[in-house]
């Protein structure tokens, strides 16, 4: 079970930021989103359209939606933006925006192409670099799961929504039950596959929540991500909000999504670092055939309603583990510390990320 391409999910611009107090100019979200799409991640995580007063930091989600359907950011290949939505408020919100200024509307220009694209041998699978992409015709372990490839440069754009494993996360999320989150997502859904938007489910506090301890039943989410997918999710997202994870409960849940009939290409692991163990549990998760992983440049993040619980594993760390097992990425290191470190200087915070420290003090 040698590691190939491994697709990493870069959530930093919604879940890094969304738990800052400080409020973050949109100019600097912005810059954040540009300067990941020039590192050779492939989807980006830019914002939620969730309710400002549940979450402030996010209310500006909207222009920065506008500024990357103006002005997509320059990339050497196609970018998937996600946004993240817990309603059909939320959808409406994305979609004034997105079908206003988005894809067959005139205010959408297609960027030239890159110089690094008709330059780069990164499109020959060949190569031993770790940081050479796949091919185009490498298949879902290129584009994900969700089908979100494309020729050119012109980005792509991808829902989220969320649910969690147990009850009373949920109502301290997004106030309904675990059942009504489903319901909510009925029609979100059908209005995502009439536009022919790819949908990701997020299923947070897998393998621990905050309010019912440590011992979440796998069971409980392997049901919930057949549930999902059977609505029509194109990928489900496994939270380890808490970071409570450790390698033999990340191993026990994901044999039981496997035994649930839940296909490795179908998920993605998204992992925080509480207690030190994200690393550890992503390479578990890697060993089991997963190769879709979400993580937040500089270890930025947490969850404003999961008490105590700590940013995502840093991306920096994961790329930097990933390649030394022989995967590839895309991602450059070298580029990618260059924006953990600045972006830990524009919220005044310690950069997480050890690989991204030391490679900037290389
Ligand atoms: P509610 O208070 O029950 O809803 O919140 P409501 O319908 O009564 O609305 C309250 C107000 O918000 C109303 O405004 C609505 O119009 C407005 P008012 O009439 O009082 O002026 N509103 C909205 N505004 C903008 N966008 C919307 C929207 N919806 C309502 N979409 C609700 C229910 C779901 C809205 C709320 O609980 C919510 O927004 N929750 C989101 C919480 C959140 O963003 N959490 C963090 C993201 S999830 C996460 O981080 C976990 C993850 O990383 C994985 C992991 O690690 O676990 C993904
Ligand atoms: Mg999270």
Same mark, same amino acid.
């Given at each position: 079970?040698?590691?190939?391409?491994?697709?990493?999910?870069?959530?930093?611009?919604?879940?890094?930021?969304?738990?800052?107090?400080? +409020?973050?100019?949109?100019?600097?979200?912005?810059?954040?989103?540009?300067?990941? =799409?020039?590192?050779?991640?492939?989807?980006?995580?830019? !914002? +939620?359209?969730?309710?400002?007063?549940?979450?402030?930091?996010?209310?500006?989600?909207?222009?920065?939606?506008?500024?990357?359907?103006?002005?997509?950011?320059?990339?050497?290949?196609?970018?998937?933006?996600?946004?993240?939505?817990? $309603?059909?408020?939320?959808?409406?919100?994305?979609?004034?925006?997105?079908?206003?200024?988005?894809? !067959?509307? +005139?205010?959408?220009?297609? @960027? @030239?192409?890159?110089?690094?694209?008709?330059?780069?041998?990164?499109?020959?699978?060949?190569?031993?670099?770790? $940081? =050479?992409?796949?091919?185009?015709?490498?298949? =879902?372990?290129? /584009?994900?799961?969700? #089908?979100? /490839?494309?020729?050119?440069?012109?980005?792509?754009? *991808?829902?989220?929504?969320?649910?969690?494993?147990?009850?009373?996360?949920?109502?301290?999320?997004?106030?309904?039950?675990?059942?009504?989150?489903?319901?909510?997502?009925?029609?979100?859904?059908?209005?995502?596959?009439?536009?022919?938007? @790819?949908?990701?489910?997020?299923?947070?506090?897998?393998?621990?929540?905050?309010?019912?301890?440590?011992?979440?039943?796998?069971?409980?989410?392997? +049901?919930?991500?057949?549930?999902?997918?059977?609505? #029509?999710? &194109? *990928?489900?997202?496994?939270?380890? /909000?808490? !970071?409570?994870?450790?390698?033999?409960?990340?191993?026990?849940?994901?044999?039981?999504?496997?035994?649930?009939?839940?296909?490795?290409? &179908?998920?993605?692991?998204?992992?925080?670092?509480?207690?030190?163990?994200?690393?550890?549990?992503?390479?578990?998760?890697?060993?089991?055939?997963?190769?879709?992983?979400?993580?937040?440049?500089? !270890?930025?993040?947490?969850?404003?309603?999961?008490?105590?619980?700590?940013?995502?594993?840093?991306?920096?760390?994961?790329?930097?583990?990933?390649?030394?097992?022989? =995967?590839?990425?895309?991602?450059?290191?070298?580029?990618?510390?260059?924006?953990?470190?600045?972006?830990?200087?524009?919220?005044?915070?310690?950069? *997480?990320?050890?690989? #991204?420290?030391?490679?900037?003090?290389?």
């Amino acid at each position: 079970n040698r590691p190939d391409f491994v697709r990493i999910v870069e959530v930093g611009p919604r879940d890094g930021l969304q738990n800052e107090k400080q +409020s973050i100019p949109v100019a600097t979200k912005v810059e954040l989103v540009n300067r990941l =799409a020039r590192t050779g991640l492939r989807t980006i995580e830019a !914002g +939620s359209f969730v309710s400002p007063k549940w979450v402030p930091q996010m209310a500006n989600s909207s222009e920065i939606l506008e500024h990357v359907l103006a002005s997509p950011p320059r990339s050497p290949h196609p970018i998937t933006y996600q946004w993240l939505l817990p $309603n059909a408020r939320g959808l409406d919100n994305f979609l004034s925006v997105w079908q206003s200024k988005g894809p !067959g509307q +005139s205010a959408y220009p297609t @960027p @030239p192409p890159s110089p690094v694209e008709e330059e780069s041998p990164v499109l020959n699978t060949s190569s031993q670099d770790p $940081n =050479a992409m796949p091919s185009e015709s490498s298949g =879902a372990e290129a /584009t994900g799961t969700s #089908g979100s /490839t494309s020729s050119g440069t012109a980005p792509q754009h *991808e829902l989220s929504i969320f649910t969690a494993a147990t009850e009373t996360f949920t109502q301290k999320n997004t106030n309904c039950s675990i059942a009504e989150s489903l319901q909510r997502f009925e029609p979100i859904m059908a209005r995502a596959k009439e536009l022919g938007l @790819p949908m990701r489910a997020y299923i947070s506090v897998a393998l621990g929540c905050p309010f019912e301890g440590p011992n979440v039943d796998p069971h409980k989410v392997a +049901s919930l991500a057949v549930s999902l997918l059977e609505m #029509g999710a &194109d *990928e489900i997202s496994v939270a380890d /909000t808490t !970071g409570m994870g450790t390698a033999p409960k990340t191993a026990e849940l994901l044999k039981t999504l496997t035994a649930a009939g839940v296909e490795n290409a &179908d998920l993605a692991l998204h992992f925080h670092d509480t207690y030190g163990q994200a690393l550890v549990n992503s390479v578990v998760a890697l060993e089991h055939g997963i190769r879709t992983f979400d993580a937040a440049v500089a !270890g930025l993040g947490g969850c404003p309603f999961s008490p105590g619980a700590t940013g995502n594993v840093s991306t920096e760390d994961l790329v930097h583990c990933f390649h030394s097992l022989g =995967a590839r990425t895309g991602v450059d290191i070298e580029a990618l510390s260059e924006v953990g470190g600045w972006i830990s200087g524009e919220l005044g915070r310690v950069n *997480e990320s050890r690989a #991204g420290k030391a490679t900037l003090a290389q």
